[in-house]
């Protein structure tokens, strides 16, 4: 009370109302009351509608979800979802994004897009480096597409197989193609035509022709390269029997004789074209008596000279040879011979050997100047007592017995 009672007896005016202040040394005076409560300088208090422009003012941590002015910072209305900051890592739902700068996006499968603007379009994906391409374009699969002329007609990969009208090759290499039969073609600088197939080397071959299977083929020539059938009229020939070649017509084979016992005997036939034998053909006029198994056989010779070389022979004839008639009698091994002059021998052991047919008009020397030193129907006469196979004759000596024989 003193101290206040000091205080006013210091005041000058003689009645103060409201709020007042002072100094301490000076007159009390009075100040305009605030609108609401009067609060400390260290009070704890919210404020409203203040604008704190002291640059020593400390402001006070703002709550993330603060709305409302504070401070003279004006606050945002917060969003739907959480809030996500500038560095955040954040998958972004509903977004338009307007003109933003993409670094290296992975973009998955677009659901649409516009790509006039983009550059670096890779060519195995369609890019072209045209702004616009029309019609039918071409790539080699590294650098951009352009644009080419289309073809009429269907488009064809040069890998595609397709039927070609109206083309024409100039200078085509064609490898191993199948020709058909060409309407029409020049030859003239082909080579390996097949003989088989028509090749000749000759412009024109009428007639008959004849070639060597290898060379070109030529015109034949009668009666040097063929005998003019014409010239055959009436005359029996091997293969009216069925046979391949003969030593002559059977007809003429009106007796018989009986090889010597041991010897080998041989009948010269000619080959007139590649063929193969298989069997031997002679007569038995008279049949054998008591014949030694083992011991009797036929065979197809060559012809060299005065001797020749043994090709196959037949199974043992013993049985065979004891009754009549023609007998064939089959090679061990079928030979395939060339054209040429072959024999056919024969040798027999036992009691009585087969009477064979021959022609008895012909002599021992028929034949044997003009053919072969041994004749057309030798002997065996160095080798005498032949028992039990063929062996190639040493020598031959000329027969008086023209003993028919055939091949077929």
């Given at each position: 009370m003193a101290t206040e009672y000091d205080v006013q007896a210091s005041v000058p005016t003689a009645s103060l109302t409201g709020l007042l202040k002072g100094t301490g040394s000076s007159t009390v005076g009075t100040v305009t009351a605030p609108t609401g409560a009067v609060v400390g300088t260290t009070d704890t208090q919210a404020l409203t509608h203040k604008d704190l422009t002291d640059a020593t003012n400390t402001f006070p941590t703002l709550n993330q979800n603060t709305t409302g002015t504070a401070a003279g910072i004006t606050g945002k209305t917060t969003p739907t979802g959480a809030l996500v900051g500038t560095t955040d890592t954040q998958t972004l739902t509903n977004k338009t994004l307007t003109s933003p700068t993409l670094t290296t996006p992975a973009l998955g499968t677009p659901a649409s897009g516009t790509l006039t603007n983009c550059t670096g379009l890779p060519v195995a994906g369609g890019g072209t480096g045209a702004a616009t391409l029309t019609g039918l374009?071409?790539?080699?699969?590294?650098?951009?597409?352009?644009?080419?002329?289309?073809?009429?007609?269907?488009?064809?990969?040069?890998?595609?197989?397709?039927?070609l009208t109206n083309k024409t090759l100039t200078a085509p290499t064609m490898t191993a193609p199948v020709l058909g039969t060409p309407a029409s073609g020049t030859l003239t600088n082909c080579t390996g035509l097949p003989v088989a197939g028509g090749g000749t080397g000759a412009t024109t071959l009428t007639g008959l022709v004849k070639g060597n299977g290898t060379s070109a083929m030529t015109a034949a020539t009668a009666g040097t390269d063929y005998v003019d059938p014409a010239w055959l009229n009436g005359t029996f020939i091997p293969s009216d029997y069925g046979w391949i070649s003969w030593a002559y017509d059977p007809y003429f084979a009106?007796?018989?004789?009986?090889?010597?016992?041991?010897?080998?005997?041989?009948?010269?036939?000619?080959?007139?074209?590649?063929?193969?034998?298989?069997n031997v053909i002679l007569d038995v006029a008279v049949a054998g008596n008591t014949l030694t198994s083992g011991r009797c056989f036929a065979g197809l010779f060559t012809s060299s000279g005065s001797s020749g070389t043994l090709l196959s022979a037949t199974a043992d004839q013993?049985?065979?040879?004891?009754?009549?008639?023609?007998?064939?009698?089959?090679?061990?091994?079928?030979?395939?011979?060339?054209?040429?002059?072959?024999?056919?021998?024969?040798?027999?052991?036992?009691?009585?050997?087969?009477?064979?047919?021959?022609?008895?008009?012909?002599?021992?020397?028929?034949?044997?100047?003009?053919?072969?030193?041994?004749?057309?129907?030798?002997?065996?006469?160095?080798?005498?007592?032949?028992?039990?196979?063929?062996?190639?004759?040493?020598?031959?000596t000329a027969n008086a017995f023209a003993a028919w024989a055939a091949v077929s």
């Open positions: 374009v071409v790539g080699n699969g590294t650098s951009a597409m352009t644009a080419v002329t289309a073809p009429s007609g269907t488009v064809v990969g040069t890998s595609d197989s397709q039927t009106y007796t018989s004789f009986i090889p010597g016992a041991g010897y080998a005997y041989f009948t010269l036939l000619p080959i007139r074209k590649a063929c193969t034998i298989t013993h049985t065979n040879w004891q009754s009549t008639g023609l007998k064939t009698m089959a090679l061990t091994t079928p030979q395939a011979v060339s054209p040429g002059l072959y024999y056919v021998g024969y040798f027999w052991n036992g009691t009585t050997g087969p009477s064979l047919t021959y022609d008895g008009a012909a002599t021992a020397n028929n034949g044997a100047n003009s053919i072969t030193s041994g004749g057309r129907f030798p002997y065996d006469a160095t080798d005498p007592g032949l028992t039990t196979a063929f062996v190639s004759p040493a020598t031959f």
